[in-house]
Nanobody, 125 residues
Framework: QVALRESGGTSVRTGGSLRLSCVAS????????MGWFRQAPGKEREGVAA????????TYDWSAKRRFTISYDRDENTLYLQMNNVNPEDTAVYYC??????????????????WGHGTQVTVDS
């Protein structure tokens, strides 16, 4: 069992930046995938990006790719999402997720086994 805990969500102005964090309990496997998803008000949850244990990144939301950066600190067991130049469309609950082995090519939520409870990001216009 892997426990995930997100933090860093806050209210920020359009054009601002913030970094989300997700601390993971130690992973039993050496090969794993961790990702960020988000759910905007009234919309379905969608994938943002994922990163494999070898550092390979899989992008799910290409419109956010130029502004968001996913990274993983193996020593701290912490997943990050650096969000720059945010806009009101980025307002959502952001979730951290994890699964064994490779990252799905598409944002298949059912493929992720472990989920955090989410952290709220609100972007004010």
């Amino acid at each position: 069992q892997v426990a995930l805990r997100e933090s860093g969500g806050t209210s920020v102005r359009t054009g601002g930046s913030l970094r989300l964090s997700c601390v993971a309990s130690k992973y039993a496997h050496t090969q794993y995938c961790m990702g960020w998803f988000r759910q905007a008000p009234g919309k379905e949850r969608e994938g943002v990006a994922a990163i494999y244990s070898d550092g390979k990144i899989t992008t799910y939301d290409w419109s956010a790719k130029r502004r968001f950066t996913i990274s993983y600190d193996r020593d701290e067991n912490t997943l990050y999402l650096q969000m720059n130049n945010v806009n009101p469309e980025d307002t959502a609950v952001y979730y951290c997720a994890a699964r064994d082995f490779q990252c799905p090519i598409v944002a298949n939520q059912e493929a992720f086994t472990y989920w955090g409870h989410g952290t709220q990001v609100t972007v004010d216009s």
